[in-house]
């Protein structure tokens, strides 16, 4: 398992822009597809955005497509995601994760496919 830590969340007026960052502790982050997820209140937590180990294949919730993007960087064992265009329902804890098993190509959208897990970081956009 990795060791993760989400920064970079606030607060935010609709419309405006945050990075999230996530750093990881391991030698093998870059064998790791890792992912984004968010939890509001009163929700089951859900699946925001992933980047594939290899290739640096990317998929997207519906809800954040050409709003959000997700970026790695191995030397730096760092993943990002961009938000632009923020609305007041992206408000969430924001949770980096990692996919439980290495050079995994298949169940990158799923909660229960991810085993290592960050603090969360709390993202709050205001109308």
């Known amino acids: 398992q990795l060791r993760l830590a989400e920064s970079g969340g606030g607060l935010v007026q609709a419309g405006g822009s945050l990075r999230l960052s996530c750093d990881a502790s391991g030698r093998t982050f870059s064998s790791y597809t890792m992912g984004w997820f968010r939890q509001a209140p009163g929700k089951e937590r859900e699946f925001v955005a992933t980047?594939?180990?290899?290739?640096?294949?990317?998929y997207y919730a519906d809800s954040v497509k050409g709003r959000f993007t997700i970026s790695r960087d191995n030397a730096k064992n760092t993943v990002y995601l961009q938000m632009n265009s923020l609305k007041p329902e992206d408000t969430a804890v924001y949770y980096c994760?990692?996919?439980?098993?290495?050079?995994?190509?298949?169940?990158?959208?799923?909660?229960?496919?991810?085993?290592?897990w960050g603090q969360g970081t709390q993202v709050t956009v205001s109308s």
């Open positions: 980047i594939r180990w290899s290739a640096g294949t990317t």
């Open positions: 994760a990692a996919h439980r098993n290495p050079h995994s190509s298949v169940g990158v959208k799923g909660v229960a496919d991810f085993g290592s």
